[in-house]
């Protein structure tokens, strides 16, 4: 689980480009901005993951057909670090433990994890300690999908 901790690394503001590489910094002076804007979850069954993530997560989500599919939005707070996305139901949307992993933020990993597995969420990669960034959790949902949980350091 190397991509974990290096991702959790990231997380906490450490350099993330590989030793040597030209990560085509922004010039001095130029707004560093978070490349990521959205995100869309896939499931299944959007009634058992609505009430998957809003217990795990302690959020509500707002549902909403776009394009013919159903999705559940999480909140987004304008103005502020990160990404905000939705749950999605449909036919390109395929819940899978391979290929990206995302990462949500808690303030308590531990509850967050115990909470998953109430909601018969399993995990897949225990807490970590990862020092000065904090910890790291990798748990299934609901529906299948691989996400991360990552509580920063106090």
Not at 33 to 53: G, K, L, Q, S
Not at 85 to 96: E, F, I, N, S
Not at 98 to 113: E, H, N, R, S
Request: net charge negative; glycine share 10%; aromatic share 8%.
């Amino acid at each position: 689980m190397r991509a974990a901790i290096l991702a959790a690394a990231c997380l906490a503001g450490a350099a993330c480009t590989p030793a040597g590489s030209d990560p085509a910094a922004p010039a001095a002076g130029d707004a560093v901005i978070n490349p990521v804007v959205h995100f869309e979850i896939p499931v299944t069954d959007i009634d058992r993951a609505v009430a998957f993530y809003e217990a795990v997560f302690a959020v509500k989500l707002e549902r909403r057909e776009v394009d013919g599919y159903a999705m559940a939005f999480f909140p987004r707070a304008d103005g502020r670090p990160g990404a905000s996305g939705a749950l999605a139901q449909g036919d390109v949307y395929k819940p899978t433990k391979d290929g990206a992993i995302l990462y949500f933020d808690v303030p308590d990993i531990d509850a967050v994890v115990a909470r998953a597995e109430a909601r018969g969420g399993a995990v897949l990669y225990p807490k970590k300690d990862i020092g000065a960034a904090g910890f790291v959790a990798e748990i299934a949902d609901s529906e299948g999908n691989r996400i991360a949980v990552s509580e920063a350091a106090e």
